[in-house]
Structure formats: structure tokens, C-alpha cells
């Protein structure tokens, strides 16, 4: 198993591009998360999507879109970039369980620069 | 304030210390508590979870006051290998889709 991938794993945008960051699965998880984290920040939740079909805002959703694609892919979509942006990016993914008890893993990260 | 809140660091400590990290988190009704590692430039990684009772998994011991809001982590006999950053994280469970919040974490030096 590859566990959670994500590409690209680097991207430098100029201010006002468009770009698109893909993350896969492949254990067969229900629930997927996109993050950024930035310095002294720690990880925000920008979107995820709880199952299939369904997508909900985070923490910090404003100049992103998603889209769960199937049950292994959901993207990140960068309309038009802004220095703001700037940041490495996390996919993760859960099971869905019961309990709460449960490990999200993650994918290696997208470092984003924008220009 | 932040929902979850953890001294940044670092601790510099020798080889061999025992070394302890807190963590406060803001939402009473959070349901699970849990400790992640994150190596430089690495994703984070599960480190272990935190019961109300109190857990250990070999040099690591976590623990949870529920009606403190505080959660901690020990570690004994500090190895190189556990130079990191500790991020404290806290579960508003399954209702609220399982999100996780992040505290900004602690970076850990071991030295010789």
C-alpha cells in the first residue's frame, strides 16, 4: 500500500495562476482532509470531506475549492494564487469508525510557493 | 485564544533525560486526544493516543484531565532519534466529521 499520495510535492506559482493539488489514497478510507501549516500556525483544516460526495468547509477555506473526485482522490484548487497561500499542504484520510479513536494519516506535503 | 495551546520550545536536553510536554485545548466537548510527531519537512505521524486513564507505550507516557482541559506527554531516557516536533491534537469526534485541531507544536533536541 502507498498509503496517502499527493503531487506535486513543489510548485511555484506567480500571483494570480491557477493550479490544482491531487491527493490519493489507497486504504480504502472514507474521510479525507486538506491542511496547510504554516510557521508558529501549526496545521489548519482548509476542507474535507466526510464520505463520499460530500464536502465541507474548515477552518480556513477562503481562495480554495475541493472536489472528492471518487472515494481515493480529493483535490485542491487554487483559483487564482496569492502570496497568502504560500505554505505546504496536507492531504490525510481516516476511516470511518465509530469511536473517535481513530489515526488520520497523512500524505508526504506540497511545499506551495507563490510569487 | 487558541483552541490548543502547547509551549513551542525547544527543549534542549541531554541524552538519556526524562522530558515532559503539556497541552491545554479550549473545547470541553472534544472526545479523543491524541499526540503526533513531525519530523522536518516531514508529514505528521501518529504518536499515540490519550486516554482518561492514562497510557504508556514504552518510554512514552501520555496523560488526560478532562476537567482541567490538559493533556501531557512524558518521555524517559530520551533517545537522539526522538529530536522532533510534538504536536498535541484534540478530536471533536465523529458528529463533527472527525476534524482534528492542531496545537503549533513542541520541538524536541536531544544531544549528546
Known amino acids: 500500500n502507498a498509503g496517502v499520495t499527493q503531487t506535486p510535492k513543489f510548485q511555484v506559482l506567480k500571483t494570480g495562476q491557477s493550479m490544482t493539488l491531487q491527493c490519493a489514497q489507497d486504504m480504502n478510507h472514507n474521510s479525507m482532509y486538506w491542511y496547510r501549516q504554516d510557521p508558529g500556525m501549526g496545521l489548519r483544516l482548509i476542507y474535507y470531506s466526510a464520505s463520499e460526495g460530500t464536502t465541507d468547509k474548515g477552518e480556513v477555506p477562503n481562495g480554495y475549492n475541493v472536489s472528492r473526485l471518487n472515494k481515493r482522490e480529493f483535490s485542491l484548487r487554487l483559483e487564482s494564487a496569492a502570496p497568502s497561500q504560500t505554505s505546504v499542504y496536507f492531504c490525510?484520510?481516516?476511516?470511518?469508525?465509530?469511536?473517535?479513536?481513530?489515526?488520520?494519516?497523512f500524505g508526504p506535503g506540497t511545499r506551495l510557493t507563490v510569487l | 485564544r487558541k483552541e490548543v495551546e502547547q509551549d513551542p520550545g525547544p527543549f534542549n536536553v541531554p541524552e538519556g533525560a526524562t522530558v515532559a510536554f503539556n497541552c491545554t485545548y479550549s473545547n470541553s466537548a472534544s472526545q479523543s486526544f491524541f499526540w503526533y510527531r513531525q519530523d522536518c519537512r516531514k508529514e505528521p505521524k501518529l504518536l499515540m493516543s490519550v486516554y482518561s486513564s492514562g497510557n504508556e507505550d514504552g518510554r512514552f507516557t501520555a496523560q488526560l484531565n478532562r476537567a482541567s482541559q490538559y493533556i501531557s506527554l512524558l518521555i524517559r531516557d530520551s533517545k537522539l532519534s526522538d529530536s522532533a516536533t510534538y504536536l498535541c491534537v484534540v478530536n471533536e469526534g465523529a458528529g463533527g466529521g472527525n476534524k482534528l485541531t492542531f496545537g503549533t507544536g513542541t520541538q524536541l533536541k536531544v544531544e549528546l
Open positions: 490525510a484520510s481516516l476511516s470511518r469508525v465509530q469511536s473517535s479513536y481513530n489515526e488520520q494519516f
